[in-house]
T-cell receptor, first 110, second 112 residues
Framework: QQPVQSPQAVILREGEDAVINCSSS?????VHWYRQKHGEAPVFLMI?????EQKGHEKISASFNEKKQQSSLYLTASQLSYSGTYFC???????????FGAGTQVVVTP | DGGITQSPKYLFRKEGQNVTLSCEQN?????MYWYRQDPGQGLRLIYY???????QKGDIAEGYSVSREKKESFPLTVTSAQKNPTAFYLC???????????FGPGTRLTVL
């Protein structure tokens, strides 16, 4: 089942912070985060694995609450380049078969 | 340079025709995936393959077929049985299931 992302959209001024949430109805093996700009392919941001391991870009931070079956992505001191649609993908059976949320559109303004 | 290539970038098809989308990777990745994205929506998994000569159906496999005869190639055929094939198709690959998926540039398919 598709994970639920919130909020659907957020508008930020440069330098402001935001949190994007991803919630699953099933137990999670891993959560993947990607950013997609209009008409382009998604770009990898971070993976959070059951047990606490994280792999990703240094400037991106995220959390994974296994008990609550939730993950959050933190956009800190946002830059114009952070604009795009953010997707979480969840793996519930450890086979790398991801189900993606509907996305959170982020607009960063000067 | 290592990466994933998809061709063509744009594809137009008449109703009732089968069409094959190409996906090639030179990253030496074991796993490959096909996703479909409709306007304003997330990605939905069509098929995935964890190893050569083996593949599994994703959430929306009806009307699609794939093959994985070589590690670097994972072509997707959109058959005439697919009722609404107009969409953006993305191919991805990963080293293993615990690693990030790298996406190709996508193929935009339009049925006329």
């Amino acid at each position: 089942q598709q994970p639920v992302q919130s909020p659907q959209a957020v508008i930020l001024r440069e330098g402001e912070d935001a949190v994007i949430n991803c919630s699953s109805s099933k137990a999670l093996y891993s959560v993947h985060w990607y950013r997609q700009k209009h008409g382009e392919a998604p770009v990898f941001l971070m993976i959070l694995l059951k047990g606490g391991e994280q792999k990703g870009h240094e400037k991106i931070s995220a959390s994974f609450n296994e008990k609550k079956q939730q993950s959050s992505l933190y956009l800190t001191a946002s830059q114009l380049s952070y604009s795009g649609t953010y997707f979480c993908g969840t793996d519930t059976d450890s086979w790398g078969k991801l189900q993606f949320g509907a996305g959170t559109q982020v607009v960063v303004t000067p | 340079d290592g990466g994933i290539t998809q061709s063509p970038k744009y594809l137009f098809r008449k109703e009732g025709q089968n069409v094959t989308l190409s996906c090639e990777q030179n990253l030496n990745h074991d796993a490959m995936y096909w996703y479909r994205q409709d306007p304003g929506q997330g990605l939905r998994l069509i098929y995935y393959s964890q190893i050569v000569n083996d593949f599994q159906k994703g959430d929306i496999a009806e009307g699609y077929s794939v093959s994985r005869e070589k590690k670097e190639s994972f072509p997707l055929t959109v058959t005439s049985a697919q009722k609404n094939p107009t969409a953006f198709y993305l191919c991805a690959s990963s080293m293993t299931r615990d690693n990030e998926q790298f996406f190709g540039p996508g193929t935009r398919l339009t049925v006329l």
